[in-house]
């Protein structure tokens, strides 16, 4: 049996898949009309029949804001050292190959030494800038004959190069102050543990805030 609704005026057996439009001529079918046009906000689609919304917004529309709390979140350690490296007026600008060649050979040496540190994720050079020659370290005469082909052959009237740069941690909501700071004592001894060695010198590192934008708390 064939279900729908009997248009009278239809001939027998005719069958409408919608309200009857008396204007029809008799036999023909009519459907319900469908929406051509939706309009999803914040970043929501439309899939033809309902808006599908990002993370964060719900809604026919996408049009309601909704409290996320993240699993985990970035958090950066500051830092600066020194590399007794002559610096070259092609550090100014990150554009250029001489740059790229310096960032790409400072992280082959740092990354892999602050892998070791707890819930690292990454590290990002933020800038190269020109400082004035490293200080001298009160090594033992041990220590100077181990280092002294690398950490003390520079000319001491040369400027040096400063490197700015973040380590990124990945540090779990809930618990991420005691990570942090786990994260940055780590970070601290390896500076130490490097300093004076391949090249480098004068190291300083400071905490960060937690950024609110990447941290949405639930209410």
Not at 22 to 46: D, K, R
Not at 122 to 127: A, L
């Amino acid at each position: 049996m064939t279900s729908g609704t009997v248009d009278p005026t239809s001939p027998p057996g005719s069958v409408t898949s919608g309200p009857v439009d008396p204007t029809s001529p008799p036999g023909s079918v009519t459907t319900p009309s469908i929406p051509t046009t939706v309009t999803c906000h914040n970043g929501g689609t439309y899939n033809g029949k309902i808006c599908i919304c990002v993370l964060g917004f719900s809604g026919d529309n996408c049009q309601n804001a909704v409290p996320v709390k993240p699993g985990a979140f970035n958090q950066s350690v500051i830092i600066n050292v020194v590399v007794m490296k002559v610096y070259i007026p092609e550090y100014d600008n990150p554009s250029t190959n001489e740059y790229n060649e310096f960032v790409e050979n400072f992280l082959n040496m740092m990354k892999p030494r602050y892998k070791d540190v707890p819930f690292f994720k990454d590290v990002i050079v933020t800038k190269l800038s020109r400082t004035g020659p490293a200080s001298t370290f009160d090594h033992t005469a041990e220590e100077i004959r181990e280092v002294k082909a690398k950490a003390f052959n520079f000319k001491e009237s040369t400027d040096n190069v400063n490197v700015a740069h973040d380590v990124i941690l990945e540090v779990n909501n809930g618990n991420h102050e005691a990570q942090y700071n786990q994260s940055f004592e780590k970070v601290g001894e390896i500076l130490t543990e490097v300093e004076g060695y391949d090249n480098i010198s004068d190291t300083t590192f400071k905490k960060t805030s937690v950024d609110k934008k990447g941290k949405c708390l639930s209410t």
